[in-house]
């Protein structure tokens, strides 16, 4: 079974750092993009930031220049290094993949997969 399992989330002051791992596990698999999203109470959840496997990757405007995405391909992880925090950026983190399962060498179709959210916390 397929996993993401996301960890780094916590309470930081304002202007602060953070870094987001996310580690996928469970039989062979092929991913093809990784991302972040991010929720807050009473909204959807939202795109933060996505990497392809060529490590191209897209910033939601709000966190352009401040939070940089990027992936270990070889150990199957996409990390979220966080810098300048805001208050606003105060939600639940989590992580998404678009993968493919591997069985009997064969491909299956791409599925959709989260992580269980980790919460990070801007406040002084």
């Known amino acids: 079974q397929f996993q993401l399992a996301e960890s780094g989330g916590g309470l930081v002051q304002p202007g602060g750092s953070l870094t987001l791992s996310c580690a996928a596990s469970g039989g062979l698999f092929s991913i093809y993009t990784m991302a972040w999203y991010r929720q807050v109470p009473g909204q959807q959840r939202a795109l933060v930031a996505n990497i392809d496997n060529g490590g191209n990757a897209n910033y939601v405007d709000s966190v352009k220049g401040r939070f940089t995405i990027s992936r270990d391909i070889g150990k199957h992880m996409v990390f979220l290094q966080m810098d300048s925090l805001k208050p606003d950026d105060t939600a639940v983190y989590y992580c998404?993949?678009?993968?493919?399962?591997?069985?009997?060498?064969?491909?299956?179709?791409?599925?959709?997969?989260w992580g269980q959210g980790t919460q990070v916390t801007v406040s002084s």
């Open positions: 998404n993949a678009r993968a493919s399962m591997v069985r009997g060498g064969q491909a299956q179709s791409p599925g959709v997969y």
